[in-house]
Structure formats: structure tokens, C-alpha cells
């Protein structure tokens, strides 16, 4: 007997039929023995349906009121899933954010997992319930509704498997797993049977958008078992989808690239003929952090006379807020000469975990954009990924490129081999 | 400076316009000076959307989970609220029933409220924001959501006017007052200015639905003084919809009758060939009391041979239950002839404070009746109404004619000195 927490996307949950599907995958395993915890999301389209309404209401909600109300989308799906499974002769039991407590820190809409207690949940299993969970929201200490913000559900589902030492947290989504690349960009894209923690944490970070990164991050710290499965299988499906390892087994053949991540969610600001001296980045993004926006690629240019530009990217939904920031802040605080940005950027990266033993990749890497005449307005690299910035038009030639360049399409040697 | 508790119903609340028109209203109160405490429900027809689907998935829904549905309504109305009034510069803060917290038992989907903690209610309001507490819902002492029935954002609004000795308890619906009956049924119905408590209590208990009844009660038994007005006026409106006064005014002219109220959601059940015993009518009530079935009339009629016919009414939608706890339980146990039941029944009630002083209402009532050929199947009287039961397809005749007969559309001397 196993314990393992599933959580299921707003299209797996997106009408009273698909509802009921749930519930008969919940009771398969149920039948199976395991012990279950479920996290539902919202039904699809009811959280922006809900926000729609607020913005109509206040183009600047505030965030408190806007968690008070789009965190009903999750506690409606957590009633009508008890309801369904108790309609095939389940015992069931549903839990609100502030009921389980999943307790929060106050970040409005962004808010961070602070402890889970698990101790009526735990009960309720031992006497047999299916246990429900309403992702992606909590309550703060002093008893306001939280959210997590988009895709938060998955970091519900994950937090919840560690608290509960679950064997395996299952991500019920739209997709059957975590493939190289979109498939709807590159038909050849290949689903991965594994992925590491490190792979995937930069391939949702990058735009897969197949797994909240919050929740990957919490996978990978509580070593929870991560699984991304599709709702849309029979459901007595035997297809596993893709397991996210978290410690790489050195007796498999590793691809040297996973696959290709991208995002065109960002923009790109640079503070021009800064000051070359120490504090100057907290000076620059201190004032961006305290106005909780979140900064992704950065870079600062060696220096030439003193001064030097300094570059980084920011979620294009924040990149008005962060440009006034600059100006109006930062810039005559440090004496930049200049702020610039631009929205028409995307990023692509190539994600591996075989890139650290692999000399040569980002020169091939960049030696097939300027093939194809893609100028590189900025690079980025880490242990396993390294990423440019381009011209938004030239996203998915790149990704394409890329992807046929290294061959993405065919499983690595070890694959094959299997029956 | 006043303290007002306003609640504000469904149709108030049923559309972002409809919103926007509440805010610039509270805006108006806030503006001359008072605190303000709102209580809207849900947006008209969102309760019945979730227990729509909540049926659609399970035809015979387990309480506690409908109820952490239902809740759902409300809560998207007080975020959405506080947004509308912080979109025309008001500082307001929103609270779930949880959040209140307002204790109540655990009679999931009918709960009574047991106790609110006004405290932070209070810092918020000395703290110059607009209070807004949803409507309908609490949370028991199991943490729990519980929802207090149809119309229980009415019982909110006075709970927490009791709770807060708030001057005035503000009802906003889409009637602008008490009418001497429902104006759909005689077009010459007249509204009252003031109608005492007793009446009320009457009134809204027998089908006039202006006011569900648990909340007229808990504003008798705190001497909350209740008012009841049209959310349709003009945001600037002084009309001052109808008081309901909870001691009586010897100065004021009395009306003899105050309105009349009928009511066709009752089913009317007679257990025949009862033993004339002492505790039967426990023996025929307890099991009934113990299901959480309401009972409206009781009538034991004078024993004949040791036998007697015991007959009650119920809602007409716990008719089938009471039936069948009657059938298995009840009649075995107290070796009845039988169990009879009509569901094609209403109940029709004369109301008035004069009653007690004036003899002979009810035979000029029956006289009335008989006059028009209706039969009369149950009587039933109180110190301030004297009820019917007659057949369904009578009522409207019968509302009319005691309409006419008692000269309703007619206001008391008094009033008619006002200017």
C-alpha cells in the first residue's frame, strides 16, 4: 500500500463529466490500496472568469481581496469532487487551504508554503477517506486567504507529498508528460520517459510550462517522487508519462541535451553608464525586489572608463512597473545615463544534464543561430542550460533549429534498448 | 455617528454594474459620517449554479461539502465589493464567515449561529474601513464551513448588528418595504411604514419572504432595529422603506390588521387512529424533530373511543421524508390506523398586532370565506394571526378577499395625518 498525492489541472476538472473521470481514476487506485490525497485545481476558465470580474470592478484590485476571490475556483472543485466520489461509494472528505492549515507567508497571489499540518489529514486517511486539497492557496498568520499563484496547485500537490512523506506525487495535466520541446512548434518533439529535477526545473522555469517551478524546487528539496501524467488516458491506463528523477542514476545514458525550453514572457531593461562600483546591483535591483518583481537573466558588461551597462530581465507583465522603478528611483539615485527595455524578446535554452561533461555544446549552440542569421542580443548559462535572448520573431525558428541540430528527435542510446 | 449593518441581497449584487450602484450607495453613508458593516450574498443565481453542479454529481449531496460549494457565492461578493468601494477611494476589508469567525453549530445547510467575535470588526472600523463580512455562512466548532439556508445572509446582517449594538440593521432587497400582501396577488396591497416585530415575525414566517424569519427573530430577541428598503431607489434616496419597530408605540393608532401572508411550500400530514395517551404527540414529533424536518402547524383533534387524529404540516420538500419516517418508524411503534398526506395545500393568515384587542377577526375571516365557498381544512391561531390551511387552487381568492373584507389597501387614521 502506497500513499501517493495526485493533483489534477482546471481541464481535467473543466466539467461535471470530466469530474466524474477523475473520481474513477481516484477510485482505480483506491481499489488498488493505495491511501490518497487529492488536489484538485479550479475548473478551466473560472479563474479568469472570477478575475475578469475584479478587474472590471478595479483595473488595481488589491491583491488581498483578488486571493479572497479567485481561491473560491479551487473550494468549489474540492466540494464536487467529494461529491463524486462518494457517488461511486468513496468515503471522502475535502479540505480549504486555511482548513488543512497550509500556512503562507503574506505575499498576496505569489505567496510561499511555509508548514503544512498534516495531522487531520493523516486521520482521515487511516480511516479511509480520499482526502481532498484545495491547491494553490493557504492562509497567512494572520488569517487572510493566500494564493500561490498560477500553476500554484502543483506546489500544493508536491508540499503536500513531502509533509506526508508521500512514495509518489502524480501530476494529472492536459499533456502525457515532459517531451524536448513544444510539439506544437517542433512535431518531431520526443517525450522524455525520465527527466532529472535539474532538467526539468529549467525547462518549466524556460517556459515548458508543464510543472509550476515552485513546485519542482519543492520536489527537488523534500526529494519527492514527481510524476507528470496525462488525465485524458483510459482510466486503467498503464502508461507511466514522464518520471522527474531526483538523483541522476550513473549506470543510465544520459542525453547529453534534454530538450529545448523558451519563453517569450519577458522583457529585456538595461541601465546604461553605470557607475562601475561595489553595491551597484543591490542599487539597481534592490528597489525591484522590494517592489516584489522577479528577475530572471542577469548581466552586467566589463567596464570601460569607469562605467558599465547593466542588463536584465523581468516577467513582461511587470516590465512597466520595473521601467518606472528605474526612472524614477534607481536612475537619479546611482546618476545611470540612460534606462532602455524592450518587450519583442524571447528566450530559448537548451536544457542537459550532460552539458556539465560536454565541452563544445553552446558553441554549436551559437554557431547554428548564426546560420540561420538569428542575432544573439544576450547570453546566459548555468550547469545544465545555457539560454540566449533573440528577437521575439525568431523564437520558433530557433527552437527548430536547435532542436534538429542536436538531434532531439532520436532517444538516447539507453532508451532504445528498451523492450 | 452611526454604526448601520447593511445587507444586501443577490439581485443588489448581480452584476458588476449592480456592484458598482452598491458601492456609490455605502459610499454615500460612509461620506455622512457612519460606520458601515455590508453583508452582501451571492450574485443572483450563483448559489443556484453550484448546487446545480453539486446535484449534477451526486443526487443526494453530503451537507458538509454542499456547504463548502454554496459558501463560494459569497465569498466572490465580498471580494468583489471591497474592490468596487476601494475603486472609488473607500478603505474596505473583507471577511469570510471563518475569518469573522461566526460560530455556529453544525446542522450543515440550516446552521444557527452560536456566537461572533466582533473584535477585529471593530479595529477595522475605528481604523476608518469599510467593513464586509459575507453573508450566509459561519464555520462550526470543528472548523467546518457551515451555511445557515436560503436567505441566511438576512440572519448574518442582524447577528452582527446584535454583536456590534449597531444602531440600525439595514435590509436592501429588491422590495421596497413590508406590504400588506404580495402586491402580485392584489394590485391594491399598500406599504407599511413600521410593522412591529410580532408582525413580522408573522408575515415573513407565513410566506411574505421579505425577511427569512430566523433573522426577524434574532433581531426581537436583541432589539435590533431592523429596516427594510428597495436597493433600486436612487443612490440619494431618503424613501425609508418600512420600520420594523420592536416595542409597541401606545401613541400609535394601530391597524387591527397589519397584512395578510399566505404560503403554498407546506404539505399537511394527519396520522389517523392515534391512541389518546399522554406522550404521543412526542412519540409522532420526536423521530420527525430528530430527521432536522421542521413542523409549521400542529393540531390534535378531541378523542373519540380512545382515538384520536393527530395532523401536522411540514415543507412541502421534506414531505416524502416525513412520510416515510412516519410509514416505517412512527406507525408500527404507536400501532396508528394510518398516515394520510396533501401536498396540494396553502396556507393562508390573517396578521395583526389589534388582533389581541379586537374579538371577532376570526369569524369575520371564516365568514368571508365561506361566503366565496372556500372550504376551510385547518385552523390554527396565535395572539396576533389566525391561520387557514385551504385547498392550493383557493389561495389567491382568498387573499383577496380578506384583503378587501379587512380594508388593507385603506391606511390606519394615523398615518393618514402624515404629511
Not at 6 to 35: C, D, L, N
Not at 39 to 53: I, Q
Not at 171 to 185: A, E, F, L, M, N
Not at 380 to 403: G, N
Amino acid at each position: 500500500m502506497s500513499l501517493i498525492v495526485q493533483k489534477y489541472g482546471g481541464t481535467s476538472m473543466g466539467s461535471p463529466e470530466r469530474i466524474r473521470e477523475v473520481a474513477r481514476r481516484v477510485a482505480r487506485f483506491a481499489k488498488e490500496g493505495h491511501q490518497l490525497v487529492i488536489v484538485p485545481s479550479a475548473m478551466a476558465g473560472e479563474t479568469n472568469r472570477l478575475l475578469g470580474l475584479a478587474r472590471e470592478l478595479n483595473p488595481d484590485p488589491d491583491p488581498r481581496e483578488l486571493d479572497v476571490i479567485a481561491s473560491t475556483g479551487e473550494q468549489v472543485s474540492i466540494g464536487l469532487l467529494a461529491l463524486a466520489l462518494q457517488a461511486i461509494g468513496l468515503k471522502a472528505k475535502s479540505y480549504t487551504g486555511w482548513q488543512v492549515p497550509i500556512v503562507t507567508d503574506t505575499a498576496h497571489s505569489k505567496a510561499r508554503i511555509l508548514g503544512i499540518e498534516e495531522r487531520k489529514i493523516r486521520q482521515d486517511l487511516e480511516a479511509g477517506h480520499v482526502v481532498i486539497v484545495a491547491g494553490f492557496q493557504g492562509i497567512d498568520d494572520e488569517n487572510n486567504i493566500t494564493t500561490l499563484g498560477r500553476g500554484g496547485s502543483d506546489t500544493t500537490g508536491v508540499a503536500l507529498a513531502a509533509a506526508l512523506k508521500a512514495d509518489e506525487c502524480q501530476i494529472y495535466t492536459d499533456v502525457d508528460g515532459v517531451y524536448t520541446t513544444d510539439p506544437r512548434i517542433v512535431p518531431e518533439a520526443r517525450r522524455l520517459d525520465t527527466v532529472t529535477f535539474e532538467e526539468m526545473l529549467e525547462l518549466a522555469s524556460l517556459g515548458s510550462k508543464v510543472l509550476q517551478i515552485r513546485a519542482v524546487e519543492f520536489a527537488g528539496k523534500y526529494k519527492v517522487k514527481l510524476r507528470v501524467l496525462s488525465s485524458f488516458t483510459d482510466v486503467g491506463s498503464t502508461d507511466m508519462g514522464t518520471l522527474i528523477t531526483f538523483e541522476e542514476d550513473e549506470n543510465m545514458e544520459q542525453a547529453i541535451i534534454s530538450g529545448i525550453a523558451f519563453n517569450r514572457d519577458e522583457a529585456k531593461i538595461t541601465v546604461l553608464g553605470v557607475p562601475d562600483r561595489p553595491g551597484i546591483a543591490f542599487a539597481i535591483l534592490g528597489p525591484i525586489a522590494e517592489a516584489n518583481i522577479d528577475v530572471d537573466i542577469i548581466l552586467q558588461n566589463a567596464s570601460s572608463e569607469g562605467l558599465t551597462d547593466f542588463s536584465f530581465t523581468v516577467h513582461r507583465n511587470e516590465f512597466k512597473r520595473a521601467m518606472q522603478i528605474l526612472e524614477t528611483k534607481v536612475k537619479p539615485a546611482i546618476e545611470a545615463k540612460g534606462v532602455v527595455g524592450d518587450e519583442r524578446i524571447a528566450k530559448v535554452s537548451l536544457v542537459g544534464i550532460g552539458m556539465r561533461t560536454h565541452a563544445g555544446i553552446a558553441s554549436k549552440m551559437f554557431g547554428a543561430l548564426a546560420n540561420e542569421g538569428i542575432n544573439i542580443q544576450m547570453i546566459s548559462t548555468s550547469e545544465i542550460k545555457t539560454s540566449v535572448v533573440v528577437d521575439e520573431k525568431y523564437m520558433e525558428l530557433a527552437v527548430r533549429v536547435l532542436h534538429r541540430v542536436f538531434e532531439l528527435d532520436k532517444a538516447p542510446a539507453q532508451e532504445k534498448m528498451k523492450p
